[in-house]
């Protein structure tokens, strides 16, 4: 079967920096995808990764490694708008986006 | 431009009452999904559209079916709701299949008593 692994929740600090993993098993694979979602809100698209290595857009880096199956996402200087969940989705041989549960970031100050 | 929206964004059913959810798009991408989103799981893929007129079953097809008569829409019905269909309901659309991302509806809180 297809999965997609991530923690439920994870807590940090205004200001500090945190780093959301994402492991996952599928049939092919065809990019992976990290997405914000506000707590009552839709998902929005943060980065895409295909290639190994690190992706950076500002406060945000998304990193792949395809041979170990796993990403993560950093987070840099946090800021209270950053209270929200992590999705990390990943589009398979079909192209279909195979999505994990999520991950709740609460940021404390 | 509005994106992608969603009607209702809230609605309460009674087992077996059917509805219809709408999502509609203006930015004339050709692929859309209808996710159902629940506590503790990932979104799943309820049906998708690969273009006006063509419809397919995703993951979680039972109890749903779909229509894309426009490009710009597409309907979600559900014929005689369950309390196991109590979700949140997202539409996505997408310009392409490869490398692109999706873009979400606000979503349809539906309960189901």
């Known amino acids: 079967g297809q999965n997609i692994d991530q923690p439920t929740e994870m807590t940090a600090t205004e200001g500090a920096i945190v780093q959301i993993n994402c492991t996952y098993q599928?049939?092919?694979?065809?990019?992976l995808f990290w997405y914000q979602q506000h707590a009552g809100e839709a998902p929005t698209f943060l980065s895409y990764?295909?290639l190994d290595g690190l992706e950076e857009k500002g406060r945000f880096s998304s990193f792949l490694s395809r041979s170990k199956g796993y990403s993560y996402l950093l987070l840099k200087e946090l800021q209270m708008k950053d209270s929200a969940s992590y999705l990390c989705?990943?589009?398979?041989?079909?192209?279909?986006?195979?999505w994990g549960a999520g991950t709740k970031l609460i940021i404390k100050p | 431009n509005a994106g992608v929206t969603q009607t209702p964004k809230f609605r309460v059913l009674k087992t077996g009452q059917s509805m219809t959810l709408l999502c509609a798009q203006d930015?004339?991408?050709?692929?859309m999904y209808w996710y159902r989103q629940d506590p503790g799981m990932g979104l799943r893929l309820i049906h998708y559209s690969v273009g006006e007129g063509t419809t397919a079953k995703g993951e979680v097809p039972d109890g749903y079916n779909v229509s894309r008569l426009k490009k710009q829409n597409f309907l979600l019905g559900l014929e005689s709701a369950a309390p196991s269909q109590t979700s949140v309901y997202f539409c996505a659309s997408e310009p392409g299949i490869v490398a692109n991302e999706q873009f979400f509806g606000p979503g349809t809180r539906l309960t189901v008593l």
């Open positions: 930015m004339n991408h050709e692929y």
């Open positions: 989705a990943v589009k398979d041989s079909n192209y279909q986006l195979i």
């Open positions: 599928t049939s092919g694979f065809n990019g």
């Open positions: 990764n295909v």
